[in-house]
């Protein structure tokens, strides 16, 4: 069994004893893992151990907060510049897994393990991505935080200060920065559930804050992504869509925010592209789908469109777009919420000029 599969059970465990799985779900992941060696107290007295991968050693601290660089456990490196090729990541690294990081543009792969030098028989498994640009590794962050649930549903990971964008969740925690992903998994077989959100909280934070400032690149956000207005937008909701955007074969990168003002919610979507001609090829695809009504008065153009399929709850998906130069920008409805007030598309449209108002008023970024 692999590292990631065996901590993802360990953390389906968890959650199940407190909320209740059905049991077939918990038998797709395999069997129980075997138990981790503990490490005994002073295990960190020497400093931790260097990480021996010449191209991500800098990333990794040797000890952060009592937890240190495992000398014990074989540190991995997958791809450009390591030891085993990439096909090697889908057989002993994300099993199964492997075709959504080659999706998105995976080219290395890091895996190593942090201990407790305490002795309490706490673990972190590290695994850093990197994939080909900003776009790819950030929109692997988002799958991983929002996939297709609701960002305002509890058990969504919370936001965590580290690198260009964190996330911190019950013995999970997410770091983005640049080209680079960075997933932690907090291991203790013998913490109680409360236990282990207390004490996995606290490892992981000081870990992925100490791994976050390390790692090279910028922490500016992808175009699309930061267009997107922080008022009103649940935290971490954001989705980020490299290709085939909402349904839309060859729309993107497109980012998509998740808001709320009580009682309404509602998203909205920005796509910025390299200039006019690459705007006017994707706006083609939004004003050419079945049943799009032009829309007067905002932007350059605009368009009403229902997007088909179906949202799979079988909410409705009525967004009005605009461009207005390189950039396009969308209301829709909230998909997950079918039983709740909606915007109307003067709402909609009230929305889309102030937005771009918005814009046009902000000083340029540098």
Known sequence: MTPLRSL?????????????????????RGAAPPPVASAKPGACAGGGAPVPDAVSSSFF?????GYCVDAQVEVRTYGEQGKLDMEAVCTT???????????????????????????????????????????????MFTKRVVADGDPADPATPKPLEAGGAGALGTGRAYVWKDKYLVE???????????ALASSSAKALSALGAAIGAKLAGSTALPPAVAALPEHSRIANGVQLLAKDALGIAGLGPLAVGFYLEPPLRYRLAALVAADDAKAMEAWKL???????????????????VTLTPPAPNGGHRD??????????????DEEIVTDGPRLSKEDKV??????LASRSAAPPKR
Do not use: H, M
Request: overall charge negative.
């Open 8 to 28: 993802v059970l360990l953390v389906a465990v968890v959650v199940c004893g407190s909320t209740g799985c059905d049991k077939s779900e918990e038998q797709t």
């Open 61 to 65: 601290p040797p000890s952060v907060g």
């Open 286 to 304: 939004l004003k050419g789908r079945p049943g799009a009504l032009p829309v007067g008065g905002v932007g350059d153009e605009a368009v009403a």
């Open 350 to 355: 009230a929305r889309l000029k102030s937005w």
């Open 184 to 194: 932690l998994q907090y291991n203790n077989e013998q913490e109680t559930p409360e």
């Open 319 to 332: 967004y009005v777009f605009t461009r207005k130069g390189p950039v396009i920008v969308g209301v829709g």
């Open 93 to 139: 690294a994300f099993d199964g897994e492997c075709a959504v990081y080659n999706q998105f543009g995976l080219k290395r792969l890091v895996s190593l393990r942090y201990i407790d030098g305490a002795g309490t028989g706490s673990t972190a498994d590290v695994y850093l991505s990197r994939f080909a640009d900003a776009v790819g590794a950030y929109a």
